[in-house]
């Protein structure tokens, strides 16, 4: 499969924990983005990528949320300090970048349950 | 971006057409509409996308009225596999990245 993978699908802790979410873009994308859905709401922006370089950040993406894409391949989203209202289906998503228009494609997701 | 209106929700009947419309009427020369979909607890799959001639393409037809205030979305033969949350998006053209702005979308079911 050459789609967007994202590691763990769920993911159960308990409140104060620690969690980091992996994103591996499809091959030669060089955009990557982070989107948090709620429950019965639309995806919302967190942050974007431009090959290593972060380059924008969501007011949503709070002091406890790091994103990183060190080689400009995978990235991991980090949250630490869990909070029950973290619990949300966090999907990443990827382009290649560079044309006039540039379709993002997403992963399955990582549903995260903060108990 | 321009704000995008769709209708809460739809029925259609297996095999027949599903036509979802959307309403962008502050959309700018160079915005797209994307139109995108969520199977319930999947990531959103990209299914077409036009700026102002209509499209298709394997999956759905786009028609988008001459104003470009508005668009329509067409499943041709609609399956229960269809069933999902559909996404009008407005989003910039240009080199520049595009964050998807997502609202609320339309409930799509195809009953048998």
């Known amino acids: 499969d050459t789609g967007v993978s994202q590691n763990p699908r769920h993911k159960i802790t308990k409140r104060g924990q620690n969690v980091t979410f992996r994103c591996d873009p499809i091959s030669e994308h060089n955009r990557l983005y982070w989107y948090r859905q709620t429950l019965g709401q639309g995806p919302e922006f967190l942050t974007y990528f431009q090959n290593e370089a972060q380059l924008e950040k969501s007011r949503l993406l709070s002091d406890r949320f790091s994103a990183e894409r060190p080689k400009g391949s995978f990235s991991t989203l980090e949250i630490q300090r869990t909070e029950q209202g973290d619990s949300a289906m966090y999907l990443c998503?990827?382009?290649?970048?560079?044309?006039?228009?540039?379709?993002?494609?997403f992963g399955p997701g990582t549903r995260l349950t903060v108990l | 971006d321009a704000k995008t209106t769709q209708p809460t929700s739809m029925d259609c009947a297996e095999g027949r057409a599903a036509n979802l419309p959307c309403n962008h009427s502050t959309i700018s020369g160079n915005e797209y509409v994307y139109w995108y979909r969520q199977i319930h607890s999947q990531g959103p799959q990209y299914i077409i996308h036009g700026l102002k001639n209509n499209e298709t393409n394997e999956m759905a037809s786009l028609i988008i009225t001459e104003d470009r205030k508005s668009s329509t979305l067409i499943l041709p033969h609609a399956t229960l596999r269809d069933t999902a949350v559909y996404y009008c998006i407005g989003l910039t053209g240009g080199t520049s990245y595009g964050k998807l702005t997502f609202g609320q979308g339309t409930i799509l079911t195809v009953h048998p």
């Open positions: 998503a990827s382009s290649l970048g560079g044309t006039v228009t540039d379709t993002q494609y």
